[in-house]
């Protein structure tokens, strides 16, 4: 958390923490992924060719983030367990994660 924001910074992770085959990507294929909740809400990571962070809202919407870090509205709505969103997706490249 940086400044009442939820930031992800995945420098401390490797390939080998990341469940094989893993969940499928955007195209359907599937790709290796880490998961975990925060405030209840799932925190889905996948090594896959993007960068950066998809929210999943409750009411089947959804907002992609270039970077790292999610808004103060929606970082407090997690902190707040509003159930606005529904999932978190952190995706990854090959390049970021040793």
Same mark, same amino acid.
């Given at each position: 958390m940086k400044k009442g924001q939820i930031s992800f910074d995945p420098v401390v992770l490797k390939k080998s923490e990341?469940?094989?085959?893993?969940t499928k990507d955007s195209h359907g294929q599937p790709v290796p992924h880490l998961f975990f909740t925060y405030c209840k809400v799932p925190v889905i990571y996948l090594l %896959? %060719?993007?960068q950066g962070i998809v929210l999943e809202f409750s009411n089947g919407s959804s907002s992609t983030i270039r970077g790292f870090t999610i808004d103060k509205e929606n970082s407090h709505s997690i902190f707040n367990r509003e159930g606005k969103?529904?999932?978190?997706?952190v995706h990854l490249n090959n390049e970021t994660i040793l």
């Open positions: 990341f469940i094989q085959p893993g %896959d %060719d993007q969103i529904k999932e978190v997706y």
